[in-house]
Structures are given as structure tokens and as C-alpha cells.
């Protein structure tokens, strides 16, 4: 069975087989000025594909195939799948009014005001959702975790025994990163989830490069022979916190041990986390 030119087989009915876009001939693809892609195939700034192909810009019946596209700015959570935060930081914990060393080094004493030309004056009263939110913008900044993964985390605590605010804290303080932060080998949590991307940190004996691990009592985190130079060197550099009581740290092997697991006063800044647990109830 044979087709010609129209697309239909010798006994005249037509064939099920599409042709493919990228075989059309140009004439064939009559594309209007507005139409996101251009002739050649390339898109126009300001689109991009999405992951659905459908026959939605068909043109006199000649183009029966195309690739839908969408503006970027009508995309859904564009710009939300990464959890690292690339953005000014002393400008969020000025938003937030407190420091948060996690997320920076630095302190924002000088300007304790809200960013903004209107910061300095600015007085406005906070609802009650935003205060709620505000207390959870702390826990997302400062251990660096997306919205997914902090819901996720509370919904863990919610299912546990204990009283859910301190059940969040130990969750959040038990992440590998964390760890690494706490115990003085990397100045900010951004620094030490670096450290264990890079594969320099090990947990117990065996290398590591998953920042969001949660460790367990007995567990024992070192450095690399190969890293140790760049820990000595944010080491000079200051510790932004002191080492809490729930870690053995042994400074001269590079090495930490979680005697005992954190509770909700492990966390190095004021934190209402009973305000946590009423926004994701």
C-alpha cells in the first residue's frame, strides 16, 4: 500500500500515518507575525516549550502539527524548582527584622529597618496571617529549604507523638547541611551544603552529597583530607555561632558527633513555632 503526494493511499482513503514537522516543506507552515516561533524553528524571546504537543495552531488544514508553547510569565510555579535562594539576603532578613545566620554572616544591626525609600518609616500593622507567615519565611531562609520540602517537614511533625513545634526544629536541625553549619565547618548553611554537593563531607565513613539527609543519634560527620584546607580557611574567617550542646566536635579531626537529638531551643534565633504549626494547619 503506497500513498502520493495528497497524503491518501491507491484505494483513496487517507492515510493515518502524520507527517512529521520537521519534513514540511516551509511553504507549507504559513505562520503568523504574532506566532511565537519563528520560521526556522527557534522561539521567539520570551516563550518557552511546555511538555504538551498538540495540534493547536493548525493553519488551512496544511500544518496539522505543532508544539504548543506559553509565555513565560503565565507558567506556573516558573522559577520555584530550585531551593537555593540567589537573591540579596541581608534584604530579606531586614524584610523579616532579625538576623538570621543561617542564611548570611553578616548582620543587619546598621539598618534594622524594611528595605525599601519608605523602610525607615515605614509602620505597618502585620495580620494575622502575616505573622504567621513571617515565622515560617524564617525557617525557609534560614535552613534553606523550599516551600515543598518545609510543608513536607510539617506534615511529618503533625503525624508524630510529640508536640509538633518541637518535632519541626528537630527535623530542620538534624539535616546534614545543618550539621555541618552547626559544628563551625562552614560560616553559613549555603557554605556547608556546598561542602556536601561537592562530596567533602563524610557521614560515617562513607562519603555523602545530599544536603537534605537526616541524621541519627551516633552518627558521625567529618571532612575530607581534600577539603580540609577550605574548612581551615572559613574557620579563620569567624564562626558565626557557637557549637550546640547536642554536638561532639573535635576540631583538630574535623569531625562531629550527634550525641543527643536537638529539641526546639536548638534553633539560634527567636522563633515562635507554635505560629509554624498553626500556618500549615
Not at 516549550?49 to 502539527?65: E, F, K, M, N, Y
Request: hydrophobic letters at 35%; proline letters at 7%.
Amino acid at each position: 500500500m503506497t500513498e502520493g503526494p495528497s497524503g491518501q493511499n491507491e484505494e483513496g482513503e487517507r492515510s493515518r500515518v502524520r507527517p512529521k514537522i520537521d519534513r514540511l516543506p516551509v511553504a507549507d507552515c504559513r505562520l503568523p507575525a504574532e506566532f511565537p516561533v519563528h520560521i526556522d524553528g527557534t522561539l521567539r524571546p520570551g516563550y518557552t516549550l511546555s511538555d504538551r504537543v498538540s495540534p493547536a495552531h493548525t493553519r488551512g488544514g496544511q500544518c496539522s502539527h505543532s508544539v504548543r508553547v506559553t509565555p513565560l510569565a503565565q507558567q506556573k510555579h516558573f522559577g520555584d524548582y530550585m531551593s537555593r535562594f540567589r537573591g540579596p539576603r541581608l534584604r530579606v532578613m531586614r524584610a523579616l527584622g532579625m538576623n538570621l545566620p543561617g542564611l548570611s554572616a553578616k548582620s543587619i544591626d546598621k539598618r534594622p529597618h524594611p528595605p525599601g525609600q519608605h523602610g525607615p518609616r515605614m509602620k505597618r500593622k502585620i495580620s494575622l496571617y502575616g505573622t504567621r507567615l513571617r515565622e515560617k519565611q524564617k525557617l525557609r531562609y534560614h535552613y534553606g529549604v523550599s516551600e515543598r520540602q518545609l510543608r513536607a517537614v510539617a506534615a511529618v511533625a503533625a503525624r508524630s507523638k510529640g508536640p509538633a513545634g518541637a518535632m519541626i526544629a528537630q527535623l530542620l536541625e538534624r539535616r546534614l547541611d545543618n550539621v555541618v553549619f552547626r559544628a563551625g565547618f562552614a560560616r553559613t548553611i549555603p557554605a556547608a551544603r556546598q561542602l556536601v554537593n561537592h562530596g567533602h563531607v563524610l557521614v560515617n565513613g562513607r562519603p555523602v552529597d545530599i544536603a537534605s539527609v537526616r541524621l541519627k543519634r551516633g552518627d558521625v560527620v567529618s571532612v575530607r583530607e581534600r577539603a580540609k584546607k577550605a574548612v581551615e580557611l572559613q574557620q579563620q574567617a569567624g564562626q558565626a555561632l557557637s557549637r550546640p550542646d547536642w554536638l561532639d566536635v573535635d576540631a583538630a579531626a574535623l569531625s562531629a558527633r550527634v550525641s543527643t537529638l536537638p529539641d526546639d531551643t536548638a534553633i539560634p534565633f527567636p522563633i515562635e513555632l507554635r505560629l509554624v504549626v498553626e500556618f500549615y494547619s
